[in-house]
Nanobody, 119 residues
Framework: EVRLVESGGGSVQPGGSLLLSCAASGFTISTYFMGWFRQAPGKEREDVASIDSAGVTSYANSVKGRFTISKDNAKNILYLQMNTLKPEDAAMYFC?????????????WGQGTQVTVSS
């Protein structure tokens, strides 16, 4: 069974940092496309970052230079390092994957982890 479990969210002040984790089970993240998304109340879900099986990364313009997506293949964990956080980064953050590989859209999602950025 494919399962994704996020953790690491919390409340930080503007300018602070958080490391989000996404523990995967039921498949090996090293060979699958993985992504981080976020959704704030009243707003549409936003793509934040993605990483493919080769380790090629992609970021939303709003987080470029501040967020870093990475994965630990040995631990089967996806990460999102978030630095220089802004109030507009506050949202529920989700990790997701496309499984099996031929699937075009993200079809497995975690339950999310809440990030709050305020002074």
């Amino acid at each position: 069974e494919v399962r994704l479990v996020e953790s690491g969210g919390g409340s930080v002040q503007p300018g602070g940092s958080l490391l989000l984790s996404c523990a995967a089970s039921g498949f090996t993240i090293s060979t699958y496309f993985m992504g981080w998304f976020r959704q704030a109340p009243g707003k549409e879900r936003e793509d934040v970052a993605s990483i493919d099986s080769a380790g090629v990364t992609s970021y939303a313009n709003s987080v470029k230079g501040r967020f870093t997506i990475s994965k630990d293949n040995a631990k089967n964990i996806l990460y999102l390092q978030m630095n220089t956080l802004k109030p507009e980064d506050a949202a529920m953050y989700f990790c997701a994957t496309r499984y099996p590989r031929h699937v075009k859209n993200y079809n497995y999602w975690g339950q999310g982890t809440q990030v709050t950025v305020s002074s």
